[in-house]
Structures are given as structure tokens and as C-alpha cells.
């Protein structure tokens, strides 16, 4: 299956000349009208189907067909067979640059919902005609969505990795130590800061592995490897419960495979396992 192509938009078309897709939320679930494949509905507006939107706004383009973001009282009720599905479970069940822009579609809505009046003067906001962002008439404050970014670092000695369980997740998992980037920090001081107190280890030169957006509630995660560099193991008892090196293959049980960190994982794991032979 080819990646559907999506052209980011702000103004909407002034008529629909077919139907549209529609990104609607509850909350933070959203509707499909079957959960197996996660389909999303398609048609010139939601009353079509009896559905009132609380607000709604327009996203662009995707495969050729417009796109909307709307948001959908909790209590409404839903067509016969529509589901509202989790967007984990949602992006388990689609193809990319879909769950992208469904987790696009939920920042926006909620960026607008939080954005109604300026946080400054308290004046109420415009939506800005040129971008996408949201102008104080009065004293000319913007908003733009907001991004924040976070690291990931998978670190490795040899044909070891060494992952570390929160004690929030569910009993066996593991995953690579993250953070949230603080501001002034470079990607790299961040992943510096969050080994050192995370677990009390030191890495060499990062590698760059690759990102994902996750929408909950905006980051954008950036994740590296890098190789131990010294100090002994020592999970800071707050943030981290337990940390451990795992042979490349003796993994513990692992995050679901829509996260980047599954994929660090599994792809650093199975590079080291070919490339260093077992003691
Ligand atoms: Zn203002």
C-alpha cells in the first residue's frame, strides 16, 4: 500500500464539488464508521448524517480529497455501525500519513478550543487569514498550534541495551530513556540531562534514528542511539523504576508497534544481534 499524499491547507474551498474526509473527534476519540479497517466518513458535511459539530475547521488535502477536523459533542449520539475508536488503536489500523494527520486534526481542534481568547488581554481571537494561527485584534498577540519536542535515546554497549520501565506501565514493559526538551537545550544536552538522572549513564555521540509526531497531548518525538560512555546503572527510584542492559535477543516485553520507541528497538536489537556474535 502506497502512502496516501497530503498538502497541508488553512483556507477552506469555497464549494465541495465531492465529499470530504472528516477527521471528527469526541473528545479525544475518533469517529469511523467501521472500527475494523478505521474508516473514516466521507461526505459534504456531517449533518448529512445527523451529526452537530462544535466547531470545525479545515486541514487541506489529502490523495486529492479535502479534509476536515471537527469536533463532536461527548454526548452526541452516532449513525448505526459509527464507532469513536482511540487514536492509539486508530493508528494501529491505518497507514501513516493518515494517523499523522488524525493526530493533526486533534492538536488543531484542541489548540482552537484553548485559543478562543488571548491569553494576554483576554480579548477574543481571530483565526489569521495568511497561516495557521489565531491573532489578538486588540494588542496583535498570535498563537500558532503548539509542538513540543521530546528525545528518545536507545544506548548500547556492545550487544546490550539498556531500557528502563516506568513504574506506571503495565508490569514487563520496557523502553528506551525520553524526555521532554527543556527550553535552551540543545537535542543533545537534553539527551545528556535525561540519561544522567534518569539512570546515571553517560553516552557518546548521538545517532540520529528517526521521529514521530504524537499527539498526546503535541510532542514531536526525536529519537537516537548512542553508545554507553560510562557510569554504573542506577534508576533515579522516581521517574524510572527499574533500568537493565538486555542482550540484543533476550528482550523484555516492549511498547505497541505505533510507537518509535518499539521500532528503535526492534531495529537496533536485530542490527546488533547480525553484527556481533553472541558470547
Ligand atoms: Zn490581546
Known amino acids: ?27 479525544s476519540s475518533i469517529l469511523v464508521i467501521d472500527p475494523a479497517s478505521a474508516a ?6 456531517l449533518a448529512e448524517h445527523g451529526i452537530e459539530t462544535r466547531r470545525s475547521t479545515y486541514l487541506g ?31 494501529a489500523r491505518v497507514d501513516g500519513t493518515t494517523a499523522a494527520l488524525s493526530g493533526r486534526a486533534l492538536q488543531i481542534l484542541n489548540w482552537e478550543r484553548d485559543h478562543q481568547f488571548c491569553s494576554r488581554c483576554g480579548t477574543p481571537m481571530r483565526a489569521r487569514g495568511d497561516e495557521r494561527a489565531r491573532a489578538c485584534p486588540a494588542c496583535r498577540f ?6 513540543s519536542p521530546a528525545v528518545m535515546v536507545l544506548v548500547t554497549r556492545g550487544r546490550e541495551l539498556l531500557l528502563a520501565r516506568k513504574s506506571e506501565w503495565v508490569p514487563g ?56 560512555a560510562g557510569g554504573d546503572l542506577r534508576p533515579d527510584g522516581v521517574e524510572i523504576e527499574e533500568a537493565a542492559w538486555f542482550d540484543a535477543e533476550a528482550l523484555p516485553g516492549l511498547p505497541p508497534s505505533v510507537s518509535i520507541s518499539r521500532r528503535l528497538i526492534t531495529t537496533v536489537a536485530a542490527d546488533l544481534a547480525r553484527r556481533i556474535p553472541r558470547r
Open 142 to 147: 498570535t498563537s500558532y498550534p503548539p509542538v
Open 40 to 45: 473514516l466518513p466521507q461526505c459534504t458535511g
Open 61 to 91: 488535502m489529502l490523495d486529492g480529497r479535502h479534509c476536515y477536523a471537527a469536533e463532536i459533542d461527548e454526548q452526541h449520539p452516532l449513525p448505526s455501525g459509527w464507532t469513536a475508536l482511540g487514536l492509539r488503536e486508530m493508528f
Open 173 to 228: 514493559r520496557y523502553s528506551a530513556i525520553a524526555g521532554f526538551v527543556e527550553p535552551g537545550e540543545m537535542l543533545e544536552d537534553t539527551v545528556a540531562r535525561e540519561t544522567r538522572e534518569e539512570v546515571g549513564v553517560e553516552v557518546g555521540e548521538l545517532r540520529y534514528f528517526g521521529s514521530q509526531p504524537w499527539p498526546f497531548p503535541h510532542s514531536l518525538m526525536v529519537a537516537f542511539t548512542a553508545e554507553y
Open 1 to 27: 500500500m502506497s502512502e496516501p499524499i497530503y498538502i497541508p491547507l488553512h483556507i477552506p474551498p469555497e464549494r465541495l464539488e465531492q465529499p470530504a474526509l472528516w477527521f471528527a473527534f469526541q473528545r
